[in-house]
């Protein structure tokens, strides 16, 4: 299957990737015990951080299994990924032989994907019975809340882009050939200041994929209007499920 033509939006990520890298939170530790036993994962398995970004993920894998890929199309990202076996490719062209791996990881990334190709990729090159795992962490709420006038500045570039953004993935779960999704959530929480709010905000897509002269703009207006520091509630989502 050939590469497809990747969304700009997608690739917005690599405009940021220091940023990224050093300022999402990190993986949590329970979600990832958590996979590993309900995937039945040896510390011998051989398992892909498919869309690894600046390999985050990648870095976790590589310390509980024996032989972890990273595939990520973007190579400003993937030139951070410092573990594993790291590859160009997509989810839909993934260059991997098939029956390759005994798990697929990928974490912050599925909505990017054309989910039925995606599916159908990380089917081919699955052993059998093995298992995909998707990771979620979602971090945008802040308590106390932020001005209206500072949300309303933030949400304008993310409104704009709404018509590049796919549909929900596990509508495509249905003609693929996945045991029914299972997924539980965790709750964690961190405290920011001012600065590393605006920054963590920087690198979502929609104010990634910005000028950079405009995201700085829009992040000065917006620290303006705020005092700090912030709760950050965060919930990490898994969702897993088997070849059937």
């Known amino acids: 299957m050939g590469d497809p033509q990747l969304s700009p939006l997608r690739l917005s990520f690599g405009r940021v990737a220091e940023t990224y ?17 309900a995937l039945e994962l040896e510390s011998s398995a051989h398992v892909l951080d498919l869309a690894a970004g600046t390999g985050r993920l990648t870095r976790e ?4 299994f024996a032989r972890v890929i ?19 490719g997509s989810a839909e062209a993934i260059p991997l032989d098939d029956g390759s791996v005994e798990a697929v990881f990928v974490g912050e990334a599925f909505q990017w994907f054309d989910a039925r190709a995606a599916l159908a990729e990380i089917a081919r090159v699955l052993r059998s019975r093995g298992g995909l795992a998707v990771i979620w ?15 309303e500045l933030l949400r304008e570039p993310f409104e704009r882009t709404l ?3 796919n549909p929900p993935w596990q ?17 964690e929480e961190m ?11 920087s690198t979502t897509s929609a104010l990634a994929a910005l000028p950079e002269d405009e995201r ?9 209007q705020l005092e700090g520091p912030y709760r950050l509630p965060i919930q990490h989502e898994l969702s897993w499920t088997r070849l059937a």
Do not use: N
Request: glycine content about 4%; hydrophobic content about 45%.
């Open 191 to 201: 405290t920011v200041d001012v600065d590393t709010l605006l920054a963590m905000y």
């Open 70 to 88: 990273a595939v990520e199309p973007d190579e400003r990202m993937r030139a951070l990924i410092a573990d594993g076996e790291i590859l160009a």
């Open 137 to 151: 962490t979602h971090w945008w709420e802040t308590d106390p809340p932020l001005p209206e006038r500072a949300l």
């Open 61 to 64: 894998l590589a310390r509980r």
């Open 171 to 187: 509508g495509a779960l249905a003609d693929a050939p996945f045991e029914p999704l299972s997924s539980r959530r965790f709750e």
């Open 216 to 224: 700085t703009s829009l992040l000065a207006v917006v620290h303006a």
């Open 21 to 37: 890298h050093a300022l999402r939170p990190p993986y949590f530790q329970p979600l990832l015990d958590h996979a590993q036993s």
């Open 163 to 165: 018509g590049e953004r």
